[in-house]
């Protein structure tokens, strides 16, 4: 009994859904084109979601808590163009490290004092951030790529570790493995859900949610730097927040806040950073890639929508239905004693 109860617990699970969905995927694009299943370009599906797959697992924090960061893509394209210049000007490898993942925390402390004090809408606050941070770029690299970075510095992302797996991802594997399990095996991980689903209950049973939202925040801008630390290319980023986003959902993060995993979240990412590269193997043009995910993207907010209101609807019905049942049971004893009487 207890390992069918675990079954049913598996296949109740959100991120579920996006491992069975990218599964199919491969299958579909393989029976297409068998070259596809081929293990190197297996492999280079994980090893291209690695960027995707840290930015979603932040974003998870902030979706967590029931808000939204969308300035993740310029955090990342900032960290790039600074650490980018600091190694082509020669500066060690720690410091430009270092002063990237500073720039990740200040942003994410901005978008926190905005969000969780100053109580700003989370989507235009960040996205006024968004907006401060691109002209940062282009006024700090004059529009131009930081090129001549160090050619050890460069080669290192195409190092494997595990067959094809390059060494990036499977770090990345480990760290949201860590994070999953920080998340839901710890009393103070668990304070992300529980604010993301009812902020002010959880105020008032004496969680830390300003805290909490705090945390969340920089969290995700940390995990936007290390983006951009270990793929520097300043111009990049347009259009990551919207794959970041659409990843965790895809994963099973409801937007509404209080419900998902980063694993979810990571699964999701594989799937976006996949796209364009399957689209290939399928015949057509990877310019349908924005477009693609998009409907993605509405399509899973509305589902996610519908699972949400009808969950709403089910809970309410059930309530109705205990307080009727209360009613009646006590109605009739009233009558009884009446009837004594």
Same mark, same amino acid.
């Given at each position: 009994?207890?390992?069918?109860?675990?079954?049913?617990?598996?296949?109740?699970?959100?991120? /579920? %859904?996006?491992?069975?969905?990218?599964?199919? !995927?491969? @299958?579909? &694009?393989?029976?297409?084109?068998?070259?596809?299943?081929s293990p190197a370009n297996v492999s280079a599906c994980f090893n291209t979601s690695v960027v995707y797959t840290l930015i979603a697992v932040g974003m998870a924090f902030t979706l967590l808590i029931?808000?939204?960061?969308?300035?993740?893509?310029?955090?990342?394209?900032?960290?790039?163009?600074?650490?980018?210049?600091?190694l082509r000007d020669g500066q060690p490898l720690v410091l430009a490290c270092a002063v990237g993942i500073l720039i990740g925390v200040a942003i994410g402390l901005i978008n926190a004092w905005g969000v969780a004090v100053m109580k700003a809408p989370s989507?235009?606050?960040?996205?006024?951030?968004?907006?401060?941070?691109?002209?940062?770029?282009?006024?700090?690299?004059?529009?131009?790529?930081?090129?001549?970075?160090?050619?050890?510095?460069?080669?290192?992302?195409?190092?494997?570790?595990?067959?094809? /797996? %390059?060494?990036?991802?499977?770090?990345?594997? !480990?760290? @949201?493995? &860590?994070?999953?399990?920080?998340?839901?095996?710890?009393?103070r991980g668990r304070y992300f859900a529980a604010v993301g689903d009812n902020a002010q209950g959880a105020t008032l049973v004496g969680l830390p949610t300003l805290k909490t939202k705090?945390?969340?925040?920089?969290?995700?801008?940390v995990m936007a730097a290390i983006g951009g630390i270990i793929f520097?290319?300043?111009?990049?980023?347009?259009?990551?927040?919207m794959k970041a986003i659409a990843a965790c959902v895809l994963g099973g993060v409801s937007l509404l806040g209080g419900v998902g995993t980063v694993i979810g979240s990571a699964i999701g990412a594989v799937i976006m950073a996949s796209i364009s590269y399957l689209l290939?193997?399928?015949?057509?043009?990877?310019?349908?890639?924005?477009?693609?995910?998009?409907?993605?993207?509405?399509?899973?907010?509305?589902?996610?929508?519908?699972?949400?209101?009808?969950?709403?609807v089910k809970n309410r019905r059930a309530r109705l239905l205990a307080r009727v049942s209360s009613e009646g049971t006590a109605a009739p004893e009233q009558t009884?004693?009446?009837g004594e009487a």
């Open positions: 009994m207890r390992a069918v109860q675990q079954v049913k617990k598996l296949l109740k699970a959100r991120g /579920l %859904t996006s491992f069975l969905f990218l599964i199919a !995927l491969f @299958v579909v &694009v393989g029976t297409i084109n068998p070259a596809f299943l029931g808000e939204i960061d969308v300035s993740v893509g310029a955090n990342l394209g900032l960290t790039a163009a600074v650490v980018g210049s600091m989507l235009i606050f960040t996205l006024g951030t968004n907006g401060v941070l691109r002209g940062i770029i282009y006024v700090y690299t004059n529009g131009a790529w930081v090129e001549n970075l160090p050619k050890e510095f460069k080669d290192f992302s195409s190092v494997t570790a595990v067959g094809d /797996l %390059t060494v990036y991802y499977c770090v990345t594997v !480990l760290l @949201v493995i &860590v994070i999953h399990l920080l998340l839901t095996r710890t009393r705090v945390l969340a925040y920089v969290i995700c801008g520097v290319t300043p111009m990049s980023g347009d259009g990551y927040e290939v193997f399928m015949g057509f043009s990877s310019n349908y890639d924005n477009a693609i995910t998009g409907v993605i993207l509405i399509v899973i907010v509305v589902a996610d929508a519908l699972i949400q209101h009808r969950s709403v009884a004693e009446g």
